[in-house]
């Protein structure tokens, strides 16, 4: 059974793409299982989790309430009394990769083994090929420094950041781990914290330690996300704030969700927007020196920084905790603040 091509893009990018990002090259899928007589009894769900144990559950799951996995033929509930002779039917398009190109773009290794790659992304990387950018991405540098990768959907990612946002990615050189690290993330047991520049002062910052408020596309601008009461569930827990300028300060970021835009749509949602962001940020505040004004203004791209990722080892069971200092362009935004 060959299923090493398929993964819920929703899942395996940590957030909702837009539909120009899930356009790639299928192929189908077909599986038969009939029930034994030590399958009686159990549910759909748990049986397809056994005998199609290269999909995640997550996935199972989909397929069953979207009719690509029957039984006899027929749709039926997840919750469905497997009986003797049953004939599980299980039909799906494969997403291909073949048509990502490796190419010899240099990446910021932090930790390799055989089961996990960390990298530390820089700003003006996107991480995978879509509309608008096929190539130069982050996958096309690990099939060229990792060619066995091509062997896994999106090149073993399993969670994404933005293209001008640095900071730490895992990446999984097998299925298994691939699995065992979105499973991770769907249980919100890996770790991540950003740091950011924004604006406000800390001791206003704070007051909006957890932010709790779903997050779904904007109804009018479509490459927008915005705070929704119609949109997933989205947290993001403030952890700590120092003060910069008395208008700006660094702040520890928390994740406990991912959704796309997640820190910049939350923290703009409070009046907080990061500096530099594009989309979610505004313009400089009054109180500012040339200097400082200047560093703000030219800041091109957001203030966030993936400084800190956890989570376990999907072979070893280790917990394992990386870290990757601020890039040198935040670093000097922060001097400018600080000290002009």
Not at 21 to 34: I, S
Not at 156 to 184: C, F, M, P, W, Y
Not at 185 to 209: F, I, N, T
Not at 276 to 288: E, F, H, K, M, N
Request: charged residues 20%.
């Amino acid at each position: 059974m060959n299923t090493s091509n398929l993964l819920d893009d929703g899942v395996l990018l940590d957030d909702e793409l837009t539909d120009s990002e899930t356009n790639p090259a299928q192929q189908n899928f077909l599986g038969d299982y009939e029930a034994t007589a030590t399958d009686v009894g159990v549910r759909l769900d748990k049986l397809a989790a056994t005998v199609f144990a290269d999909f995640s559950r997550a996935n199972l799951q989909k397929f069953i309430e979207s009719g690509a996995l029957r039984v006899n033929g027929e749709v039926v509930k997840a919750k469905y009394a497997i009986k003797a002779g049953d004939v599980l039917n299980l039909s799906v398009a494969l997403e291909q990769h073949s048509a990502d190109l490796p190419e010899n773009i240099a990446i910021d290794v932090v930790y390799c083994d055989d089961a996990v790659i960390v990298i530390n992304k820089p700003a003006n990387m996107v991480v995978h090929p879509g509309a608008g950018n096929p190539t130069g991405t982050l996958v096309n540098a690990l099939l060229y420094h990792y060619p066995q990768q091509a062997q896994l959907p999106r090149a073993g990612l399993v969670h994404r950041i933005d293209k001008d946002t640095t900071g730490l990615l895992v990446v999984a050189r097998n299925k298994s781990a691939q699995l065992a690290l979105i499973e991770q993330l769907k249980d919100k047991s890996v770790y991540r914290h950003y740091q950011c520049v924004v604006l406000g002062a800390a001791h206003e910052v704070l007051q909006h330690g957890c932010i709790d408020a779903p997050i779904g596309r904007h109804p009018s601008q479509r490459t927008k996300m915005a705070v929704r009461h119609t949109g997933k569930p989205a947290v993001t827990y403030i952890v700590s704030a120092k003060q910069l300028h008395e208008r700006y300060s660094l702040l520890d970021v928390q994740l406990q969700t991912g959704r796309t835009h997640q820190i910049r749509v939350h923290l703009s949602h409070v009046g907080h927007p990061i500096v530099g962001d594009p989309v979610y940020g505004t313009s400089p505040r009054a109180g500012l020196s040339q200097a400082q004004r200047q560093a703000v203004l030219n800041f091109n791209r957001q203030a966030l920084h993936a400084h800190t990722l956890g989570f376990i080892h999907p072979d070893t069971g280790e917990s394992m905790k990386f870290t990757a200092a601020l890039p040198d362009d935040m670093q000097q935004l922060i001097e400018v603040l600080q000290h002009d």
